[in-house]
């Protein structure tokens, strides 16, 4: 019975499969490792279907035929197909079955097409749509009238605009399924109701959509700690607590506070730099201690210093510290720049206010600027 088993999955294709090379060429083997019992328990049909027509491996076909089985390919080749005209390739449409096997009974006409036509008069176009929809294939039995047209006029209503409603939804697809009544509306109350302007909202919806589908406990906490910093809900920086906070656990957190710590800052002087840009907390322990090296050790900057102005640690080392540091050092060493220059201000110009004031117009007199900024020149 094994065996017949064994050949019925080789052997089973028919009009309207997908071409996934070399998947038959496996299935022998993969059975080796799976026990007899376990196999001959799932519907033949399904799991070769899944194979052969859907690209999965024995493993995943046998373990989606637990979720999903049928009898007849007229339903499953529909779905298929309409994914096929959409634009799914078949890693696409592997993922996609093997995530979620269920689509595969979904009708077409009921369920499938008026979601994308929906999406579609958006103004998603065809590869955004297919990007969406396979990093939440789930989306797709969700109910439009439900579930994902009120959630889309809820967000809008705050966003303002197609465009930037179309860029929440491709940062966080899941957002469209999030019960709105029970965790979307309350928590975008919740921060009108403590005096966040829906400009703000919209930026923490484009920015960090995740940020407000936490339970609306754990964002009514977040916000009562921000307050407690003194941190005005009515600025930026209220919203930018709230995705840094909601971006890691406690413990990870206090990890990053261990590392400033370790530069001698004190909690105060955490707090100090978390009230002036919350997001110097979200960046990696690696890079705030590379950062830090870099300023106190390379550039002689106090390290308690840096707590006042912690914008200049979220830059690039390589990309913008290094290279404006370099330009910096060497124009000090031509008696160009005093050497008490602000770092921070150094640091925080734009790329073109930067080169036009310190490369563009040394480069005549000390040609070797340009060298140092595109850090062909050691000068650190």
């Given amino acids: 019975m094994f065996r017949s088993l064994c050949n019925k999955l080789v052997l089973h294709t028919h009009t309207t499969c997908i071409s996934f090379s070399n998947r038959n060429l496996t299935t022998t083997y993969l059975i080796r490792s799976i026990s007899t019992s376990d196999t001959i328990n799932h519907n033949t049909f399904t799991v070769s279907y899944l194979i052969n027509s859907c690209g999965l491996s024995l493993q995943d076909a046998i373990f989606a035929s637990k979720k999903v089985q049928f009898e007849n390919p007229k339903n499953p080749d529909s779905v298929l197909t309409f994914l096929r005209n959409h634009g799914f390739d078949n890693t696409q449409i592997s993922k996609f079955i093997n ?37 939440d294939p789930v989306i797709l039995l969700y109910s439009l009238e439900k579930r994902i047209i009120p959630s889309c006029v809820l967000l809008k209503s705050i966003v303002q605009t ?7 939804i491709k940062r966080s697809a899941k957002i469209l399924r999030c019960n709105q009544q029970k965790t979307l509306a ?64 406690k413990s990870t957190f206090q990890e990053k506070c261990d590392v400033y710590r370790s530069w001698g800052w004190s909690d105060d002087e955490i707090h100090v730099a978390f009230k002036k840009e919350p997001k110097c907390l979200e960046i990696s322990p690696r890079k705030i201690m590379r950062n830090m090296e870099f300023f106190v050790n390379k550039m002689g900057v106090v390290s308690k210093s840096i707590a006042k102005h912690p914008l200049i640690l979220m830059f690039s080392l390589e990309k913008r510290i290094f290279p404006r540091c370099s330009v910096i050092q060497l124009l ?11 770092f921070n201000t150094l640091l925080t110009i734009s790329d073109e206010d930067f080169l036009k004031k310190f490369v563009t117009n040394f480069e005549d007199k000390f040609p070797e600027v340009v060298n140092a900024y595109q850090g062909k020149l050691n000068v650190l």
């Fill in 99 to 135: 995530n979620h096997p269920p689509l595969l009974l979904a009708k077409v006409d009921k369920t499938l097409k008026p979601k994308f036509d929906f999406f579609k008069t958006m103004g998603f176009s065809n590869p955004d749509l297919v990007k969406v929809l396979s990093s």
């Fill in 332 to 342: 000090i060493s031509k008696g160009m720049v005093k050497k008490d220059y602000n």
């Fill in 162 to 168: 197609d465009a930037k409603l179309i860029s929440l």
């Fill in 186 to 249: 309350p928590n975008i109350a919740l921060l009108q109701n403590h005096g966040v302007p829906d400009s703000h909202i919209a930026m923490l919806l484009v920015t960090n959509p995740r940020s407000i589908l936490q339970t609306f406990s754990c964002l009514n906490q977040k916000v009562e700690e921000l307050k407690k910093m003194e941190i005005d809900p009515k600025e930026s920086k209220f919203v930018r607590g709230i995705s840094t906070l909601a971006s890691m656990s």
